[in-house]
């Protein structure tokens, strides 16, 4: 088994160059189309990025519509057949304009409808050439099973298709239509098919154009327009039958649509409905590392949950994990999965309630969602045997704050990647826990933020092959390996690009702690930024500064004072208190780590350094240098863990500014600066002001000064 991303351009596969096709297998599906509402809905309880949630909108894709039946035969002019094929369709207003129908060519009808020789009539363009109607499906069948669904989708390829050799009836003209197989609708979205109205949508109307059916207008261009498929707003044409009491003619799009909905119901041909564009989860693997699905089949087939004492299901040893190849023409080959050649282990003799009897497990394996979509929840509690996590224990660090809070962790801190994968899957189990009692949160995750990417220098050689940046040398602004110049380039940071910097050899060098300052002093957390080795010596530099704050580096001895801090110094700590623990709530670590620098740096200047300022500034520290932080604390003479330890608070009174600087401007140049008391009138402050660049103004007398409070002063000469 093959992701779309293992199979190459040609169509076979990347590693041993095999080809590659399709074939429909029984596997587990998670039902998470039945919690689409809620996953669409709950988004606006969550604190998330805005395009992380259309991500998710969309994914979803909730569509308002209606399914219609069309009643099918196989000739064009009786239709009395029972089956019919439903399609739903977000536009039943256009139902008028439908000229044709087209299946997925894995739609479990086809094989029912096909005859056994083409209807009188059919037109050579509709039979691909084939002698019979069946003959063309299985070899139209067996090239589609070569494409990916991304291609099958593709707007700018021909398209092509295929006559089942069967007609619907077109439930409000009464007249026939013929059904063909494309692989541009696919079996796993809506219905697996669609009513084809060319003059409303463009690939229907390409389609048509290559086999020549009817194009019929049902919706009234806009003045001006002179292209194909017209699928914008406006009113219904084309779309009267008075003889079946419907008549949407003049009618705007939204009115057309519920009186269409109220005539399919009521006269039986279809309903109202919504769809998505979310699939059912596909929960099956063909592999043997994951964990084992605990069912087991009887000798009937019957798929039988294994009771709780006999879990969990332990993989087997497998020797040999080798897949098995096919022809892609073998219309009967599965793959065989690796658990299945452990034939001891399929084939089990159990005792399930009712005496002992033959059973054959499950071969299938579940995907690596199984942990990833809940494995928070077990950080709560992970050493409870009885439960994956205690009732109160959740309810305390997740559980919902107030009435209509989602609950969920306080941040989840990951890549945009994960939008439509682990995030979404992870919403839907949770919301499954939820709903069967084992937790009080309805979301997994309160707050989400996306962090950026790492990035450096990469550099390739003159074949264009990636080197490792490591043994690159600069010289006079080129780049060398050895003696052959290299070419530098700037992006992420990947194995691919021999161009990662692992932890390991800075921390060796200079420390976790500095490592981690550094990395977190970068810039903002949710921008991408390069990654530098050699600015790491400014982070180094300044955990030195603030050990010297606090311990001699000559005798080892403690420096700091019971002695209060003076004045200035203590507005300083409470400035930096207030700016960090702000930083910290916005998560913007850097700007955090620049109010910690310039704290210690205002430290520099004393002999000695006041207790009171020491120890918050150590206990400011330790998110960022624990390891650092934990030994100051120590030395400072605590015997308990500094994560015991309140965080500052800062005094508010102690944030007022005493004095206020203005700079002052004189024709929009800045000429000097001027400090006063912060409750200063305006009047005094022009007083200052212009006493301050009196030189300056070297007696040209002001036309005007401006005062702007608690900023600048600005003089027009």
């Given at each position: 088994?093959?992701?779309?991303?293992?199979?190459?351009?040609?169509?076979?596969?990347?590693?041993?160059?095999?080809?590659?096709?399709?074939?429909?297998?029984?596997?587990w599906?998670?039902?998470?189309?039945?919690?689409?509402?809620?996953?669409?809905?709950?988004?606006?309880?969550?604190?998330?990025?805005?395009?992380i949630?259309?991500?998710?909108?969309?994914?979803?894709?909730?569509?308002?519509g209606?399914?219609?039946?069309?009643?099918?035969?196989t000739?064009?002019?009786?239709?009395?057949g029972e089956?019919?094929?439903?399609?739903?369709?977000?536009?039943?207003?256009?139902?008028?304009?439908?000229?044709?129908?087209?299946?997925?060519?894995e739609?479990?009808?086809?094989?029912?409808?096909?005859?056994?020789?083409?209807?009188?009539?059919?037109?050579?363009?509709?039979?691909?050439?084939?002698?019979?109607?069946?003959?063309?499906?299985?070899?139209?069948?067996?090239?589609?099973?070569?494409?990916?669904d991304?291609?099958?989708?593709?707007?700018?390829?021909?398209?092509?298709?295929?006559?089942v050799?069967?007609?619907?009836?077109?439930?409000?003209?009464?007249?026939?239509?013929?059904?063909?197989?494309?692989?541009?609708?696919?079996?796993?979205?809506?219905?697996?098919?669609?009513?084809?109205?060319?003059?409303?949508?463009?690939?229907?109307?390409?389609?048509?154009?290559?086999?020549?059916?009817?194009?019929?207008?049902?919706?009234?261009?806009?003045?001006g327009?002179?292209?194909?498929?017209?699928t914008?707003?406006?009113?219904?044409?084309?779309?009267?039958?008075?003889?079946?009491?419907?008549?949407?003619?003049?009618?705007?799009?939204a009115?057309?649509?519920?009186?269409?909905?109220?005539?399919?119901?009521?006269?039986?041909?279809?309903?109202?409905?919504?769809?998505?564009?979310?699939?059912?989860?596909?929960?099956?693997?063909?592999?043997?590392?994951?964990?084992?699905?605990?069912?087991?089949?009887d000798?009937?087939?019957?798929?039988?949950?294994?009771?709780?004492?006999?879990l969990?299901?332990?993989?087997?040893?497998?020797?040999?994990?080798?897949?098995?190849?096919?022809?892609?023409?073998?219309?009967?080959?599965?793959?065989?999965?690796?658990?299945?050649?452990?034939?001891?282990?399929?084939?089990?003799?159990?005792?399930?309630g009712?005496?002992p009897?033959?059973?054959?497990r499950?071969?299938n394996?579940?995907?690596?969602?199984?942990?990833?979509?809940?494995?928070?929840?077990?950080?709560?509690?992970?050493t409870?045997?009885?439960?994956f996590v205690?009732?109160?224990n959740?309810?305390?660090?997740?559980?919902?704050?107030?009435?209509?809070?989602?609950?969920g962790t306080?941040?989840y801190?990951?890549?945009?990647?994960?939008?439509?994968?682990?995030?979404?899957?992870?919403?839907?189990?949770?919301?499954?826990?939820?709903?069967?009692?084992?937790?009080?949160?309805?979301?997994?995750?309160?707050?989400?933020?996306?962090?950026?990417?790492?990035?450096?220098?990469?550099?390739t050689?003159?074949?264009?092959?990636?080197?490792?940046?490591?043994?690159?040398?600069?010289?006079?602004?080129?780049?060398?390996?050895?003696?052959?110049?290299?070419?530098?380039?700037?992006?992420?940071?990947?194995?691919?690009?021999?161009?990662?910097?692992?932890?390991?050899?800075?921390?060796?060098?200079?420390?976790?702690?500095?490592?981690?300052?550094?990395?977190?002093?970068?810039?903002?957390?949710?921008?991408?930024?390069?990654?530098?080795?050699r600015?790491?010596?400014?982070?180094?530099?300044f955990?030195q500064?603030?050990?010297?704050?606090?311990?001699?580096?000559?005798?080892?001895?403690?420096?700091?004072?019971?002695?209060?801090?003076?004045?200035?110094?203590?507005?300083?700590?409470?400035?930096?208190?207030?700016g960090?623990?702000?930083?910290?709530e916005?998560?913007?670590?850097n700007?955090?780590?620049a109010?910690?620098?310039?704290?210690?740096?205002?430290?520099?200047?004393?002999?000695?350094?006041?207790?009171?300022?020491?120890?918050?500034?150590?206990?400011?520290?330790?998110?960022?240098?624990?390891?650092?932080?934990?030994?100051?604390?120590?030395?400072?003479g605590?015997?308990?863990?500094?994560?015991?330890a309140?965080?500052p608070?800062?005094?508010?009174a102690?944030?007022?500014?005493?004095?206020?600087?203005?700079?002052?401007?004189?024709?929009?140049?800045?000429?000097?600066?001027?400090?006063?008391?912060?409750?200063?009138?305006?009047?005094?402050?022009?007083a200052?002001?212009?006493?301050?660049?009196a030189?300056?103004?070297?007696?040209?007398?002001?036309r005007?000064?401006?005062?702007?409070?608690?900023?600048?002063?600005?003089?027009?000469?």
């Open positions: 088994m093959l992701a779309n991303e293992e199979v190459t351009a040609d169509g076979r596969s990347d590693r041993g160059n095999f080809p590659v096709f399709k074939r429909s297998l029984k596997q599906m998670m039902r998470i189309t039945a919690y689409g509402d809620r996953l669409l809905d709950d988004l606006d309880s969550l604190d998330w990025p805005e395009p949630k259309l991500m998710q909108r969309n994914w979803i894709g909730r569509s308002q209606a399914h219609i039946d069309f009643a099918t035969s000739s064009d002019s009786g239709f009395a089956a019919r094929i439903s399609v739903f369709t977000t536009r039943p207003d256009t139902v008028f304009g439908a000229t044709y129908l087209v299946l997925a060519p739609h479990e009808l086809v094989d029912a409808l096909v005859p056994d020789a083409w209807p009188a009539g059919t037109r050579d363009a509709w039979t691909g050439g084939h002698a019979s109607p069946r003959a063309a499906v299985e070899a139209y069948r067996k090239a589609a099973g070569s494409k990916t991304v291609e099958r989708q593709a707007d700018t390829k021909e398209k092509t298709g295929v006559f050799g069967a007609y619907a009836t077109n439930p409000v003209t009464g007249g026939p239509i013929p059904i063909f197989v494309a692989d541009y609708v696919l079996a796993g979205y809506g219905t697996g098919a669609i009513m084809a109205v060319p003059a409303q949508d463009e690939r229907d109307w390409a389609f048509a154009e290559v086999f020549d059916l009817p194009i019929v207008r049902t919706v009234q261009p806009s003045e327009f002179d292209g194909k498929a017209y914008g707003e406006g009113p219904a044409i084309n779309s009267a039958a008075p003889d079946r009491g419907l008549d949407l003619n003049g009618l705007a799009v009115d057309a649509k519920a009186r269409i909905i109220e005539w399919l119901e009521a006269n039986g041909q279809g309903r109202g409905a919504v769809t998505y564009r979310l699939r059912d989860w596909l929960f099956s693997r063909q592999r043997y590392w994951g964990e084992p699905f605990p069912i087991v089949y000798e009937a087939g019957n798929a039988i949950a294994l009771p709780e004492e006999m969990p299901v332990e993989l087997p040893e497998v020797d040999d994990f080798s897949p098995k190849t096919f022809e892609p023409d073998d219309a009967g080959s599965n793959p065989e999965t690796p658990l299945s050649r452990r034939r001891d282990w399929v084939e089990v003799e159990l005792d399930l009712d005496g009897k033959r059973y054959t499950e071969t394996v579940m995907p690596q969602w199984a942990g990833s979509c809940w494995y928070e929840l077990r950080y709560l509690d992970p409870n045997r009885d439960r205690g009732v109160e959740e309810r305390y660090w997740m559980g919902p704050r107030g009435e209509g809070d989602c609950g306080d941040l801190v990951g890549g945009a990647e994960h939008a439509v994968l682990h995030l979404l899957y992870a919403r839907f189990w949770h919301k499954v826990l939820f709903d069967l009692g084992h937790v009080s949160s309805f979301e997994p995750f309160r707050k989400l933020f996306n962090q950026g990417m790492i990035q450096a220098y990469a550099y050689d003159s074949r264009g092959s990636y080197v490792q940046a490591e043994e690159v040398i600069e010289q006079d602004g080129r780049w060398f390996l050895g003696d052959a110049e290299v070419r530098r380039e700037y992006g992420k940071m990947g194995k691919s690009l021999k161009n990662v910097v692992t932890p390991d050899d800075m921390c060796a060098a200079y420390g976790a702690d500095t490592f981690r300052v550094y990395e977190m002093s970068m810039g903002p957390l949710e921008v991408s930024r390069p990654w530098e080795t600015a790491v010596v400014g982070s180094y530099r955990l500064r603030v050990w010297r704050a606090v311990v001699d580096e000559q005798t080892g001895e403690l420096r700091v004072t019971d002695a209060p801090a003076d004045e200035a110094t203590r507005r300083l700590l409470h400035k930096v208190v207030d960090v623990r702000g930083d910290m916005g998560i913007r670590f700007t955090a780590i109010k910690l620098i310039e704290l210690t740096n205002g430290l520099t200047r004393l002999s000695e350094t006041p207790r009171e300022v020491a120890e918050p500034l150590v206990l400011m520290l330790a998110p960022f240098a624990p390891h650092v932080a934990e030994e100051l604390w120590r030395r400072l605590h015997e308990a863990s500094l994560a015991y309140d965080f608070v800062a005094d508010p102690l944030l007022v500014a005493e004095t206020v600087t203005y700079p002052v401007q004189i024709n929009g140049k800045v000429r000097g600066r001027v400090e006063v008391p912060a409750d200063a009138d305006e009047e005094t402050v022009r200052a002001a212009l006493e301050a660049v030189g300056a103004l070297a007696g040209k007398e002001p005007k000064v401006i005062v702007i409070r608690g900023r600048m002063v600005s003089v027009v000469a």
